[in-house]
Structures are given as C-alpha cells and as structure tokens.
C-alpha cells in the first residue's frame, strides 16, 4: 500500500450489482461544481467518500480513496454551509472526472491520469450542465 496523498477533490461512491462499490474522483478549480455535482449525485443514491480533499492510495493494481478524519461526513452545500452526507468508507477509484468550465468536447479520445503510480480514466464534463449526473452514470457504466 502507498502512503495516502491527499488530492484537492470530491469523492463520490455507487453501489453496483456484481462489481460493488465504486468511487469517482471529482477534479476541478475552485468553483467548478465538485461539490455540487457532489450534492446531486447524492439525490441519486450515491454516497460520500470525501469532499474538498480526499486521500488517495495504491493497493495493488488499484488505487482506493478515504476522507481525512477531520472532514469524515460532511459536504458543502454552497449558499447553506457544511452538511451531513450518507458515507463509504475506503473505496476502489475507478474514474476520474475533471470538471471544467469550458464546454467539453463532443467526441473525445480516451484519457487517463496517473495517481499514486496508477492509470486513472478520466473524463471531462462540464459540472452544472444539468446531465451531468447521467453522464458520470453513463460513463461509470462502461467501466
């Protein structure tokens, strides 16, 4: 196992019948909509791995995400203030997605991003386009 490294992100869980709990990593300036992709993707049944930093470590082939003590269970809601959120503990990653305020391209070529010595899919949305969250679905599933 490789030494935590925290990254400035949101971390989200799914539950998925026959592959169990997977994370995604939300990447992106300040701003962008982590954490209210966060927020929307909880309405759907998600839960909370980590919002504004996450530690991310190596196990294996995989790399796996966890919340620092202090922030365990609670989001920003902004315009609210900080609010309780269902969790998951440890969680597998399995995608990244890199919020950007441009709009993302139609068609894209495949990426990845490396994290702890480990490829990372990634794909880049626009975080408050509305199907967001069926895109972070869509693009999960095809994992």
Request: net charge positive.
């Amino acid at each position: 196992m490789s030494t935590p490294q925290p990254i400035h992100a949101t971390a989200m869980a799914h539950w998925t019948p026959g592959t169990g709990w997977r994370a995604i990593l939300i990447t992106g300036p300040s701003g962008a909509g982590k954490s209210d992709l966060a927020l929307r993707l909880l309405g759907r049944g998600w839960r909370l791995v980590a919002d504004d930093y996450v530690h991310v470590f190596a196990s294996g082939d995989a790399l796996y995400a966890t919340a620092p003590e202090t922030i365990t269970g609670r989001i920003e809601a902004r315009g609210v203030g900080v609010v309780d959120a269902c969790v998951q503990g440890v969680v597998r990653l399995v995608l990244e997605v890199a919020l950007t305020r441009a709009a993302p391209e139609r068609l894209p070529d495949a990426e990845t991003r490396t994290v702890a010595g480990r490829s990372l899919p990634l794909v880049r949305l626009a975080g408050f386009e509305g199907s967001a969250v069926e895109k972070v679905a869509a693009a999960i599933a095809r994992l």
